[in-house]
C-alpha cells in the first residue's frame, strides 16, 4: 500500500492519503508504516486518543525541546478543523499557521513537525474523536503553548466561540511567552 504525502503551505506540515481498499464488508487502510515515512522523525513513542464534543477547542500546544514532539494526527470520528503554527526559532515560516479540515471519512494524516504548536477544533454536531501517535512521551516540565486567538498569529477559525478548558483559556499570547524570544 502506498501512502501518498503532499507538503502544504509550510512545506514542512505534510498531508498524508492513505488509500482505503473497500468491498461489501467495509474497508480497509494502513495508516502507518515506518519505511513509508523516512523523510520525518518517524520513531514514535507515543499514542495519543482524544473525545471531544462539539465547538471544543484544543490547543495551541506545543512541547519543548529536548522532547519537542512531532505528531501524526487522523480523525476516527467525526470532523474537525487542525492548525499546526511554525514556532521553530529561525525559521522562514516563523509564526505562520496551516490549517485544514479534516474528516474520519476521507483518510487523511497530517504530519506536524517538532516545534509546531498544534491545536484543532471540533465541526461535526456529534463530536470528534481524534488519534495522533508523538515522536516523544509527554512531559508535564516541558509543555507550553500560546492562545488559540493571538492575533500575532492571526488564525483563521471557522467559528468564534469556541468551548476551551480552563487551562487552554490562560495560555499567553505569543508576544507574553518566550517563545517568540527563542
Not at 502544504?8 to 505534510?14: M, Y
Not at 496551516?98 to 494524516?109: F, K, L, P, R
Not at 465541526?123 to 492575533?151: C, F, M, N, Q
Request: hydrophobic residues 40%; charged residues 25%; proline residues 6%.
Amino acid at each position: 500500500m502506498s501512502l501518498d504525502f503532499t507538503a502544504l503551505e509550510i512545506p514542512d506540515v505534510l498531508l498524508i492519503r492513505t488509500p482505503r481498499h473497500m468491498d461489501e464488508r467495509g474497508y480497509f487502510t494502513e495508516t502507518y508504516r515506518r519505511s513509508s515515512f523516512t523523510m520525518v522523525d518517524s520513531a514514535f513513542l507515543q499514542d495519543n486518543f482524544v473525545r471531544s464534543a462539539h465547538r471544543v477547542l484544543r490547543g495551541l500546544h506545543l512541547q519543548l525541546p529536548p522532547k519537542a514532539q512531532g505528531k501524526l494526527v487522523r480523525v476516527v470520528r467525526g470532523e474537525i478543523f487542525d492548525v499546526a503554527v511554525d514556532l521553530r526559532p529561525g525559521s522562514n515560516t516563523f509564526c505562520r499557521w496551516v490549517g485544514i479540515q479534516m474528516t474520519a471519512d476521507e483518510g487523511v494524516q497530517l504530519w506536524i513537525p517538532p516545534g509546531f504548536a498544534h491545536g484543532y477544533v471540533v465541526l461535526s454536531e456529534l463530536g470528534a474523536d481524534v488519534a495522533y501517535k508523538a515522536t516523544h512521551e509527554y512531559d508535564s516540565g516541558l509543555e507550553t503553548g500560546i492562545r488559540w486567538d493571538d492575533p500575532q498569529i492571526g488564525i483563521s477559525w471557522p467559528i468564534s466561540d469556541p468551548v476551551l478548558s480552563s487551562k487552554d483559556q490562560k495560555l499567553p499570547s505569543l508576544a507574553e511567552s518566550n517563545l517568540g524570544a527563542r
